[in-house]
């Protein structure tokens, strides 16, 4: 069974970084995407950013230029958050798509930005 698992989440000022971790367990895939999204309270899930196999990476809008992807050859994507703002607040997700097919979500982790 295949797990993603979040690492990070915590309390953070704004204009402050901070840093979240998503590590793959579990069967080892190989991923084709892997990514972050985020919930904040009474808001629909929105992307947060994506990167590819190849390293081509995808930012939402209300995070690019603050927020940069990355990620090793195997199992592991990490997010590095700049300039945070209050808005920030929010629940985010690891995410993972499999070569060959299958997507995967993290129980999430929660991330709060504080004045």
């Known amino acids: 069974q295949v797990q993603l698992v979040e690492s990070g989440g915590g309390l953070v000022q704004a204009g402050g970084s901070h840093s979240l971790s998503c590590a793959a367990s579990g069967i080892i895939f190989r991923w084709n995407i892997m990514g972050w999204y985020r919930q904040a309270p009474g808001k629909q899930r929105e992307l947060v950013a994506t990167?590819?196999?190849?390293?081509?990476t995808n930012h939402g809008d209300s995070v690019k230029g603050r927020f940069t992807i990355s990620r090793d050859m195997q199992n592991t994507v990490d997010l590095q958050m700049n300039s945070l703002k209050l808005e920030d607040t929010a629940v985010y997700y690891c995410y993972g798509e499999r070569v060959g097919g299958g997507e995967y979500w993290g129980k999430g982790t929660l991330v709060t930005v504080s004045s």
């Open positions: 990167i590819t196999r190849d390293g081509i």
